[in-house]
């Protein structure tokens, strides 16, 4: 029975985190940080939400990834010219 009310607590929690993160889209803020951490909660209980979470994980760490090399590739150019 504690297993049934964690399961509908999460998925309550879940959306209405997600809902919340939509309707503050149009606003400047962070709608989208939300939206993803209403899924990653939904991860807990949904495959769906936990696809998508692998999926935004693996380009947020691709995008880290291409900026530190910029950013070392920017030091040993300024190095360079001194």
């Known amino acids: 029975m504690g297993n049934f009310i964690e399961g509908i607590f999460t998925t309550i929690t879940g959306l209405v985190i ?29 495959i769906w939400a936990r696809r998508i979470k692998n999926k935004v994980m ?9 900026i530190k090399r910029k ?9 360079n010219q001194d």
């Open 58 to 66: 693996k380009y947020v760490m691709i995008t880290i990834n291409i």
């Open 18 to 46: 997600i809902v919340l993160g939509i309707i503050l889209l149009p606003l400047p803020g962070p709608g989208l940080v939300i939206i993803f951490f209403g899924i990653v909660i939904l991860a807990k209980r949904f």
């Open 71 to 79: 950013k070392n590739t920017n030091k040993e150019g300024t190095k």
